[in-house]
Nanobody, 123 residues
């Protein structure tokens, strides 16, 4: 079992940046690929980014590529999502997740989920 706790969400002005963090406990974070999803009102859950268990490979949704960067620090069992050039349409609840590999996470989802952190982008 893996427990995931997100932090770093909040209110940010359009064009600004934000860094989300996800702390993993239980099984070591390096055992899993990890990533980020989001869900906005009226929309289904959307895949954003994922990173391999060692941090050497990343993948991003086409809709956010270039504005988001995912990274991890396995010594701290922590995964990060850096978001730049934020837009009001980025407003959503952001979820950290752990899964078998980054391709499976992108296509099918994840095995473990955090409870989410709200990001609100004002104009």
């Amino acid at each position: 079992q893996v427990q995931l706790v997100e932090s770093g969400g909040g209110l940010v002005q359009a064009g600004g940046s934000l860094r989300l963090s996800c702390a993993a406990s239980g099984r070591t974070g390096s055992t899993y690929a990890m990533g980020w999803f989001r869900q906005a009102p009226g929309k289904e859950r959307e895949f954003l980014a994922a990173i391999s268990r060692s941090g050497g490979i990343t993948t991003y949704a086409d809709s956010v590529k270039g504005r988001l960067t995912v990274s991890r620090d396995n010594a701290k069992n922590t995964v990060y999502l850096i978001m730049n050039s934020l837009k009001p349409e980025d407003t959503a609840n952001y979820y950290c997740a752990a899964g078998v590999d980054i391709t499976t996470m992108r296509r099918k989802g994840a095995d473990y989920w955090g409870h989410g952190t709200q990001v609100t982008v004002s104009s």
